[in-house]
């Protein structure tokens, strides 16, 4: 059946015996894709039915369909033209993950962060009465996604609106991991009252609303679909799914495999194997008996907890003593705020790509207000994410927001005693990078109070001075151990604070030095090497700064971006060696 199409149209001639045998072929073609180079499978096998009835009903691209995160656009891009993307381990790389315009009309948007499809679509449909057209808009929001604060945003604006927008609610009963907060309570009235229990989140915003019990059920979903289409006032389609629908490890153990590296299909047994020590479990070890030894430490997260290895066995252990707020970064760091405020230790662990959403809380409820609430950002660095999920602009967002410390260890004895430091420190908010490259028994860190920005000496030379930050520090290292081939005995400096510099230090360096040098593993643009450039201007010191561009790339040759960047020890030498010369 996949053969026979082109584009969304093929479908609509298929007889309903030919749309479910073409249903059970996008599963297997999705399967194919994600056990090879993995990807999202839980939440696409759960919608291969919803999405197949979306593209029967409705005539995209000139009726406009906008995936929330869009983590559940795979059956989308086997119907719009890009099936060779999933079939075809050759041109795997060719086709995002997420929706993506520069691949096909179909696309409206890049997405890949949560809650942003109902602001999306009411624009799009705001902007379609504007212009006095007449097509349909719809946004297809799920997996937690709804919890979250632009999601509430766009409901209530859309509340008000009197014109077409449709929004399917896929509800698979499941965020990431298992969802929290009153809202989800009422889609489980609603689902156990077949939709007609009289508490209706939706119909309470002054939207219509409609259920469908049967969300994997082809024929139920095209005749509902074929109800609402062209409806002028917004109206919510409810549909109840089944997260992994048609794999069986998928559809038995759905946290786990709401996304997963590459697998066996027969058995389900993961190709890709983790390292002995990883800093998830470093860190579960410490927080585990931070938990037992004081009671006032309690770990927040926002709705990612398998990405930081808590498994629903670890969640058991620490309790209350772990709480999962749902998909919403911001709502969790402005609590972690006030958790600080009466007193306790918050530790909210999130990842380097979701910070970006924080940024009022951050500054205002958090910052502002001086709460020694502790922030770990993990996934941090320069790799070959997709464009919405890129760890490299943490740093310079964050550095540079006053009262905000930044500190970025660079081995595990240097984290765990920067962790221990900040976890019982009472000045201030902190945020901590936790480091990407697992060095266990290096001592970088001769102090004990990190309050104050103290650059470490590592090793005393001239002429040249390398500043690593971070994970960074061992190519600051490797650098060292380059020229030192050239007679050249660089001072190496560990940094450790990203948010303010050590003048003291970096003067010192001025009397027999010509060049700093400055490492860091994310965008230049406001990051500690140009913190640094800038503090040295007035001074007779070179400055060299190395980091990411700023641009978003996407999927990008790791190898490939290094070299781009000169971020390879052999590049820094070269360029070193060009300057001194």
């Known amino acids: 059946m996949l053969e026979k199409i082109r584009a969304p149209q093929d479908i609509k001639s298929f007889s309903m015996t030919e749309l479910e045998l073409l249903s059970e072929e996008i599963r297997e073609a999705i399967l194919n894709r994600v056990s090879q180079i993995g990807g999202h499978v839980g939440p696409n096998l759960g919608v291969v039915e919803l999405v197949m009835a979306l593209h029967y009903v409705f005539d995209s691209p000139v009726d406009k369909i906008v995936f929330d995160v869009s983590h559940q656009c795979y059956t989308h891009k ?94 698979n009963e499941l965020s990431i991991a298992p969802n929290h907060g009153g809202l989800y309570q009422n889609l489980k009235e609603l689902r156990e009252s077949n939709g007609t229990c009289s508490n209706n989140f939706f119909k309470a915003m002054g939207l219509e609303y409609v259920y469908i019990e049967e969300g994997n059920d082809l024929a139920s979903l095209i005749n509902i679909f074929n109800d609402v289409k062209n409806s002028q006032k917004p109206i919510v389609v409810h549909v109840h799914t089944d997260k992994g629908h048609g794999y069986s490890f998928a559809e038995s153990e759905k946290e786990k495999w709401h996304y997963n590296m590459p697998f066996d299909i027969k058995t389900g047994e993961s190709m890709f194997k983790f390292d002995d020590e990883n800093y998830n479990q470093i860190t579960i070890d410490y ?23 808590f498994t629903p066995q670890i969640r058991d252990e620490f ?62 660095g320069i790799g070959s994410n997709d464009a919405t999920h890129l760890g490299i602009f943490d740093m310079s967002m964050m550095s540079n927001i006053p009262n905000l410390l930044c500190l970025a260890p660079a081995s595990k004895e240097e984290y765990l005693k920067v962790l221990d430091w900040a976890v019982d420190q009472t000045d201030g908010p902190v945020v901590i990078r936790v480091p990407n490259k697992v060095v266990s028994d290096v001592k970088l860190s001769e102090n004990t109070v990190f309050s104050k920005p103290h650059f470490n000496i590592i090793q005393k030379g001239s ?52 060049i700093v040098v400055t490492i860091e593993d994310g965008i230049i643009s406001g990051g500690l090497g140009q913190k640094i450039a800038s503090f040295l201007g007035s001074t007779d010191l070179k400055v060299l700064n190395y ?18 960047y000169h971020l390879t020890p052999e590049k820094i030498v070269e360029d070193i060696s060009l300057m001194l010369n």
């Open 287 to 309: 927080l585990s008996n931070k938990i037992k030894a004081d009671e006032r430490v309690v770990v927040v997260n926002a709705g990612t907890p398998g990405a930081i290895g």
């Open 463 to 514: 002429g040249v001075a390398l500043i690593g930050l971070g994970s960074s520090y061992w190519t600051a290292k490797e650098v060292a151990g380059l020229l030192a081939e050239k007679s050249i005995k660089a001072t190496l400096i560990n940094p450790l604070c990203y948010s303010q510099v050590d003048e003291k230090t970096l003067l010192s360096l001025e009397k027999d030095h010509e």
């Open 78 to 171: 086997i119907l719009t033209g890009r099936k060779e993307g999933f079939l075809d381990e050759a041109v795997f790389s060719s086709v995002s993950g997420y929706t993506a315009p520069q691949e096909s009309p179909h696309d409206h948007f890049v997405v890949g962060h949560t809650s942003t499809s109902l602001s999306l679509a009411t624009g799009l449909a705001k902007a379609r009465d504007l212009k006095k057209e007449n097509h349909n808009v719809i946004a297809v929001i799920g997996d937690g996604s709804l919890g979250g604060g632009e999601a509430l945003e766009g409901l209530n604006f859309a509340g008000e609106m009197n014109s077409n927008l449709i929004i399917v609610v896929n509800d």
């Open 319 to 380: 309790k209350e003593r772990f709480i999962d707020v749902g998909i919403m970064e911001e709502h969790a760091v402005a609590m972690s705020s006030a958790l600080a405020k009466e007193g306790c230790k918050p530790i909210f662990w999130v990842l380097s790509s979701f910070v970006q959403r924080t940024y009022d809380q951050l500054s205002h409820d958090l910052a502002l207000n001086k709460n020694p609430a502790v922030i770990l950002v993990s996934w941090g």
């Open 547 to 564: 980091g990411a561009k700023k641009e978003f790339t996407d999927r990008a040759d790791v190898k490939k971006l290094f070299e781009t």
